[in-house]
């Protein structure tokens, strides 16, 4: 695996509206995965994209990956409260294990 | 949730003594990891392990030894535990029936360690 650069670091919108996190990589993989942290708490999986796809939907959430630009997009759509966390892209996971960048931590305001 | 739990969940102790942190799973997954988060890090895969007794190294597994004797047991070691270990230890589970359908990895809740 290898890992991804999330952009921006930061990000904080007011509840309602829709939040874009962007992930970078350099070398071709299989697959993209996003994770979600809560503070304090451990890392929730949120989505796999694999490389033959372009596009997936998980409720509010909207997965793009582009392997020519080598890069993904998440998008949290209606944004809550709960919403509030660090998000996390990784690479081409393998069996052997992910790497994670320093993540987009995104705040909802009320 | 999956079925991970992780002890202690927090724990102090001071440089130069062994330390041993417990992750337990009930899901019969075959991969079991052990990474670390620090500030300005992210996670870093410290070792993992691909069935009971088959282990090997992450990018980080320099003063950590792992052991995994049963499927639902993977302990992570610190010899002699020193400052720079200080951290929270995350243990995850897998499975996966071949590297190209890899699936997700589910997280345990942590383990908050500070070396004095």
């Known amino acids: 695996s290898q890992q991804g650069e999330e952009d921006p670091q930061a990000l904080s919108i007011q509840e309602g509206e829709n939040a874009t996190m962007n992930c970078s990589y350099k070398?071709?993989?299989?697959?993209l995965q996003w994770y979600r942290q809560n503070s304090g708490r451990g890392l929730v999986h949120l989505i796999l994209i694999r490389s033959n796809e372009r596009e997936k939907h998980s409720g509010r959430l909207r997965v793009t990956l582009d392997t020519s630009k080598k890069s993904s997009s998440l998008l949290i759509t209606a944004s809550r409260a709960a919403d509030t966390a660090s998000y996390f892209c990784a690479p081409g996971g393998g069996a052997d294990g992910l790497t994670f960048g320093k993540g987009t931590h995104l705040i909802i305001q009320p | 949730d999956a079925g991970i739990t992780q002890s202690p969940r927090h724990k102090v102790t001071e440089t130069g003594t062994p330390v041993t942190l417990r992750c337990h799973q009930t899901?019969?997954?075959?991969?079991m990891y052990w990474y670390r988060q620090d500030p300005g890090h992210g996670l870093r895969l410290i070792h993992y392990?691909?069935?009971?007794?088959?282990?090997d190294k992450g990018e980080v597994s320099d003063g950590y030894s792992v052991s995994r004797s049963k499927t639902e047991d993977f302990l992570l070691t610190l010899e002699s535990a020193t400052s720079s270990q200080t951290s929270v230890y995350f243990c995850a589970i897998s499975e996966s029936l071949r590297r190209e359908l890899y699936n997700e990895q589910f997280f345990g809740p942590g383990t908050r360690l500070t070396v004095l």
């Open positions: 392990s691909y069935g009971v007794k088959d282990t």
């Open positions: 070398t071709s993989i299989n697959n």
């Open positions: 899901e019969n997954h075959r991969y």
